[in-house]
């Protein structure tokens, strides 16, 4: 069985955001991220496959295809025999407690994905994004987040009502605050990161007083800053050593 015309053209436009809200679908590529999705609650649409991808789903959801096509139809530099396209799902109520990372205007889908990693690899269940971060079903983001999209909830929230309405301490990323590794950090709260380029916008600065910085060892004290996921992954390892 071949791809048609019009499955070649959905699985096009769901590079744009306004496809993925429109058919409710996003696409991922590979062996692991997509038994991942399959192994979670996330529900399958289609998968485009060739003969050497071994599943157990229903034969109904599987158009088998060739190498060739698959490579038509793929992201990858170097496809790797599935792609499917999955639903997206209902967002997830908003949980009060625990330990959240807030992102401000995140753009890098690489960023984005890493993020998600890091969040499940240190406990933290609940990710929220300002509605000018990067949309985590875009495809750059899903394959980067290597199957960990499936384990933590994802909410896109009016960022600054947020904050002003949370009861949790907020903390934020800040070239110019307290050094982490001196500072007094609560088991629940809520770290805000900035933008790649900018940091946390000033708007959401004058909100919040906790400033956390990542101090520079290095003898010359040049190097600008770090890259968002980095420090989210230094940041977040400090809040957790603790408990």
């Known amino acids: 069985m071949s791809i048609s015309k019009n499955q070649l053209k959905t699985i096009t436009s769901l590079s744009q955001k306004k496809y993925r809200q429109k058919y409710k679908l996003f696409i991922a ?20 496959a060739t003969d050497d991808f071994k599943t157990d789903i229903s034969s109904d959801k599987i158009i088998r295809i060739s190498d060739k096509e698959l ?35 995140i753009n890098d889908p690489g960023n984005l994905g890493t993020i998600i990693r890091l969040c499940d690899w240190f406990g933290v269940t609940q990710l929220l994004c300002s ?5 985590c079903y875009n495809q750059k ?41 001196k500072s007094t950090l609560p088991k629940e709260a809520i770290l805000v990161m900035g933008n790649e380029a900018n940091g946390v916008s000033d708007e959401l600065k004058t909100l919040i ?18 890259n968002v996921a980095t420090a989210t992954a230094i940041l977040l390892s400090e809040f957790k050593r603790s408990y």
């Open 141 to 181: 983001v899903v394959q980067a987040s290597m199957g960990s999209l499936t384990r933590i909830s994802i909410k896109y929230v009016d960022l600054k009502m947020y904050l002003i309405e949370t009861k949790l301490p907020i903390f934020i990323a800040d070239m110019d605050g307290e050094n982490v590794y």
């Open 71 to 105: 490579q038509k139809i793929s992201n990858l530099k170097t496809p790797n025999k599935v792609l499917g396209l999955f639903m997206i799902p209902d967002e997830k109520p908003l949980q009060k407690n625990g330990l959240s990372i807030a992102l401000d205007a």
């Open 131 to 135: 509605r000018e971060t990067v949309d």
């Open 209 to 226: 007083k906790n400033k956390i910085s990542i101090p520079r060892f290095g003898e010359t004290q040049e190097t600008e800053s770090l």
């Open 29 to 48: 590529e590979g062996v692991k991220v997509v038994n991942e999705l399959l192994n979670s609650s996330f529900k399958i649409d289609t998968l485009f």
